[in-house]
């Protein structure tokens, strides 16, 4: 019991010297603090803000004709199945998650750089506007413009509901609002282009096949498939929305994404006192250390 006292006082006092310690060399700790918070605050304004534009949408899978795509071909190959006809299969997969695949994918961000011209404007620095040309002698790539225009972009987006969220951020805010506007008309002209291809593939196979089978049942099957193509092309032809319905455009974005200096300097502080703490404990414990082994 009285080696426990003991233990006890020991470990009290143990804690009471390193608060003495602190305390001690509070000069110290406050003037680390200001200072790290200090420089914080100049690399938060160095730093070129950003600024993010967002824009609603959902897919049109469950809308009458609107992006029936493949998975209208999947349901038609299952009708044609019972009559004895073979269609070529469609995907599967989920329509949003085929409208997220498409907007993340090289071939259709370089479609949309190529078409608007953008790699002046994502690599400003190096474009000369009086000449119209690369100042550079070897000019960022659409390889570099792709990989830049994807870090540009994130999509969220939860399976329990239709919505999906896509944001642009760029340190330009009426470049961030114009752009994604953009990219998601041409995502869904991109895939009402995808559709109305598939469809023609589809009507040619299925009108094939009426001029080689004579049974009447199969006739009547393939008259109904090419009717269900030829709504679905039409769709895809007139519908001003396709695939992707926009519910609220994205606007200029009005205050800025990042650096998020509030939070920076904050972050600063603490670890400005961190790291004053752990410096002065360091060299307290390494003298006591070492006075020991002298002794």
């Given at each position: 019991m009285v080696k426990e006292t003991e233990k006890q006082t020991t470990d009290s006092v143990s804690l009471i010297d390193i608060f003495d310690i602190l305390l001690g060399h509070f000069r110290l700790i406050f003037s680390t603090v200001v200072s790290i918070a200090i420089?914080?605050?100049?690399?938060?304004?160095?730093?070129?803000?950003?600024?993010?534009?967002?824009?609603?949408?959902?897919?049109?899978?469950?809308?009458?004709?609107?992006?029936?795509?493949?998975?209208?071909?999947?349901?038609?190959?299952?009708?044609?199945?019972?009559?004895?006809?073979?269609?070529?299969?469609?995907?599967?997969?989920?329509?949003?998650?085929?409208?997220?695949?498409?907007?993340?994918?090289?071939?259709?961000?370089?479609?949309?750089?190529?078409?608007?011209?953008?790699?002046?404007?994502?690599?400003?620095?190096?474009?000369?506007?009086?000449?119209?040309?690369?100042?550079?002698?070897?000019?960022?790539?659409?390889?570099?413009?792709?990989?830049?225009?994807?870090?540009?972009?994130?999509?969220?987006?939860?399976?329990?509901?239709?919505?999906?969220?896509?944001?642009?951020?760029?340190?330009?805010?009426?470049?961030?609002?114009?752009?994604?506007?953009?990219l998601i008309k041409e995502l869904d002209d991109h895939l009402r282009k995808k559709a109305i291809e598939q469809t023609e593939s589809s009507l040619d196979f299925l009108e094939n096949e009426v001029g080689n089978t004579n049974l009447v049942t199969q006739q009547n099957v393939l008259y109904k498939l090419i009717l269900d193509q030829k709504t679905n092309n039409m769709m895809a032809n007139v519908s001003e929305e396709y695939a992707i319905s926009v519910i609220d455009p994205a606007v200029v974005p009005r205050n800025k994404f990042t650096p998020k200096k509030l939070i920076g300097l904050i972050i600063g502080i603490i670890v400005g006192f961190v790291m004053s703490i752990i410096l002065i404990l360091y060299k307290e414990f390494r003298d006591k250390f070492a006075e020991k082994l002298n002794i």
């Amino acid at each position: 019991m009285v080696k426990e006292t003991e233990k006890q006082t020991t470990d009290s006092v143990s804690l009471i010297d390193i608060f003495d310690i602190l305390l001690g060399h509070f000069r110290l700790i406050f003037s680390t603090v200001v200072s790290i918070a200090i420089l914080t605050v100049i690399i938060l304004f160095l730093i070129t803000p950003t600024y993010q534009a967002s824009l609603l949408m959902v897919n049109n899978e469950n809308t009458s004709g609107g992006g029936s795509g493949g998975a209208g071909l999947d349901a038609l190959s299952g009708l044609a199945g019972l009559a004895g006809i073979t269609l070529p299969s469609g995907q599967a997969a989920s329509k949003t998650e085929t409208i997220i695949a498409t907007l993340q994918s090289r071939i259709f961000l370089e479609q949309f750089i190529q078409k608007n011209n953008l790699m002046p404007k994502l690599y400003e620095e190096y474009w000369d506007s009086e000449s119209q040309s690369w100042d550079s002698k070897s000019p960022p790539s659409l390889w570099n413009g792709v990989n830049q225009m994807s870090n540009m972009i994130t999509v969220d987006y939860n399976k329990r509901t239709p919505v999906i969220r896509v944001n642009l951020e760029n340190e330009n805010p009426m470049y961030a609002a114009e752009w994604l506007n953009k990219l998601i008309k041409e995502l869904d002209d991109h895939l009402r282009k995808k559709a109305i291809e598939q469809t023609e593939s589809s009507l040619d196979f299925l009108e094939n096949e009426v001029g080689n089978t004579n049974l009447v049942t199969q006739q009547n099957v393939l008259y109904k498939l090419i009717l269900d193509q030829k709504t679905n092309n039409m769709m895809a032809n007139v519908s001003e929305e396709y695939a992707i319905s926009v519910i609220d455009p994205a606007v200029v974005p009005r205050n800025k994404f990042t650096p998020k200096k509030l939070i920076g300097l904050i972050i600063g502080i603490i670890v400005g006192f961190v790291m004053s703490i752990i410096l002065i404990l360091y060299k307290e414990f390494r003298d006591k250390f070492a006075e020991k082994l002298n002794i």
